[in-house]
């Protein structure tokens, strides 16, 4: 996309096709990422996995793919809800085949917002907890930055490649600081944030960026009250972030304009400490 680029259509076959990953709750960082994309013009395909919801303590929302879809279409967008289990090596490549087929064309964004969370520390991490957080959020995404890549040939109309100085794809992957008491979960993240800044540079002569965004705290129903209130007097704004926040920000990086951040880790969290 260049900035004398046309913005997408807002209804047809034309608009861009952005794949988000993790939109399993309609209250998810995922979810408002894909509304922000709809309301701007990108067709969505997301991927998300019930038997995660399930075992967390929210418990997994019924319906919720169908009611996202739903949500979308309204905005415009076409829509391809995809179940897939990221513990599955094989899936990033059969959710690339289920996004291009029946949306028609090429994913030229993709937002990485899946994850695998669950709480402990040095000394209580279980060996398969350890492998699970890293096959989820590390491995999978790995591959999901592949099979991109090894797939992305550039805006429609264009060859594989681009004109120097002109970037056309996007990857955005979702990131988190918080390793103590959360060991697997931060640690996996950090990988995540290793292989994303590579795309950056590996995947350049594609005319793709990649960024990595850390949300900070947004409360999407996991706090309790005490840790509320505690992480709202460590933000400077005194409030806790919403998933429209990072919508916004991973818009940006998706619109023509974001073009240039390229290689970044951003950090969209209200000033919140560390």
């Known amino acids: 996309m ?7 259509p807002a209804s047809g076959p034309d608009r861009p096709i952005a794949l988000i ?3 399993g709750r309609s209250i998810g960082i995922g979810a408002g990422i894909a509304r922000r994309l709809a309301a701007t013009g990108w067709d969505v395909a997301f991927t998300y996995w019930t038997p995660y919801d399930r075992r967390m303590e929210w418990g997994a929302e019924p319906g919720a793919a169908a009611s996202i879809e739903k949500e979308l279409a309204e905005a415009g967008a076409r829509t391809a809800a995809i179940e897939a289990d990221l513990t599955d090596p094989d899936a990033p490549t059969r959710i690339f085949d289920e996004a291009e087929q029946r949306l028609g064309g090429q994913v030229t964004a993709l937002v990485l917002s899946h994850a695998e969370s669950v709480d402990s520390g040095l000394l209580d991490t279980t060996v398969e907890a350890f492998d699970r957080h890293f096959a989820v959020n590390s491995r999978a995404s790995w591959l999901l930055i592949r099979e991109y890549g090894l797939r992305f040939r550039g805006a429609p109309g264009t060859t594989k490649g681009t004109t120097p100085g002109t970037a056309t ?3 955005v992957a979702l990131t ?7 060991l697997p979960y931060g640690a996996s993240k950090g990988a995540l944030d290793r292989i ?3 795309a950056a540079h590996e995947l350049a002569h594609l005319g793709v960026t990649a960024n990595v965004v850390n949300p900070g705290p947004v409360d999407t129903g996991w706090m309790n009250d005490e840790l509320r209130e505690t992480l709202v007097r460590g933000t400077p704004l005194g409030r806790l972030g919403t998933p429209l926040d990072t919508a916004h920000l991973v818009g940006f990086l998706c619109s023509p304009e974001g073009q240039w951040v390229n290689g970044q880790l951003l950090k969209s969290n209200g000033g919140a400490a560390s």
């Open 2 to 8: 260049t900035n004398t680029e046309q913005r997408p």
């Open 169 to 171: 794809g996007r990857i």
């Open 196 to 198: 994303t800044l590579a």
């Open 21 to 23: 990953t993790g939109v």
């Open 176 to 182: 988190s600081d918080h390793t103590v008491g959360n």
